[in-house]
């Protein structure tokens, strides 16, 4: 392995976990590390799907002279949600990654079918390493199942629960209906006061 290759293969490790991590896994994770490729340090913060910078030369329209420039991925940090660790995972993301994303179906899914070798990114590396690890804890886990009986327990616990819920929304409602009707008597009560005291005023006043 180069010197870049063992170093990303130690960071992997050290993040992901190597002790509780199935030995298939990590010598999987070795043999499709990219032993001389070189990728920009800014795509290693984050998800690029194999976008990195070009450079090219920016020709004149009159003279056709010649400039040197460069064009930068299109990287945006965006809030994706992992099904696998049940919350959001902040990362930064190109708009091409994104778009293979949602082609895959989500996060983890993307993180899965992509194999090691077109996983260009460490940050990619480590997210995927983790998420086989979930994984297989998942396969390994006891999986219990409800009988039929359990099951149609549950369903009417559920129902009940629901009926509850509306018969307060229901009683919630006549008490706020209540209140309002009380709030609009005594409003017309004084309505109806202010202008018995208008008229009288008026009487008054012509006498």
């Not at 590390?33 to 030369?57: D, E, L, S, W, Y």
């Not at 804890?137 to 359990?150: C, I, K, S, W």
């Not at 629960?161 to 009683?171: D, N, P, S």
Request: hydrophobic share 35%; proline share 2%.
């Amino acid at each position: 392995m180069s010197f870049r290759a063992r170093e990303m293969y130690n960071k992997i490790a050290k993040k992901a976990g190597a002790d509780s991590m199935p030995s298939q896994v990590m010598e999987s994770v070795k043999k499709m590390i990219p032993n001389t490729k070189i990728v920009m340090n800014r795509a290693k913060r984050g998800i690029f799907a194999g976008r990195h910078i070009q450079f090219g030369n920016k020709i004149a329209l009159q003279g056709l002279n010649k400039s040197r420039r460069s064009w930068k991925p299109n990287v945006q940090e965006k809030r994706l949600f992992s099904y696998i660790h049940d919350k959001h995972i902040c990362i930064k993301v190109t708009t091409h990654a994104l778009r293979w994303i949602d082609k895959a179906g989500g996060i983890d899914e993307y993180l899965l079918k992509t194999p090691y070798e077109k996983m260009d990114t460490e940050m990619g590396l480590v997210w995927k390493a983790k998420v086989e690890k979930m994984y297989a804890e998942l396969g390994n886990m006891e999986v219990g199942f409800f009988t039929p009986e359990e099951e149609d327990k549950i369903a009417k616990g559920f129902e009940e629960l629901k009926l509850e819920k509306e018969e307060a929304r229901k009683e919630a409602r006549r008490v706020q209906s209540k209140i309002l009707m009380k709030e609009l008597g005594t409003r017309s009560d004084q309505a109806e006061q202010s202008e018995e005291e208008s008229t009288d005023d008026f009487k008054k006043a012509e006498q």
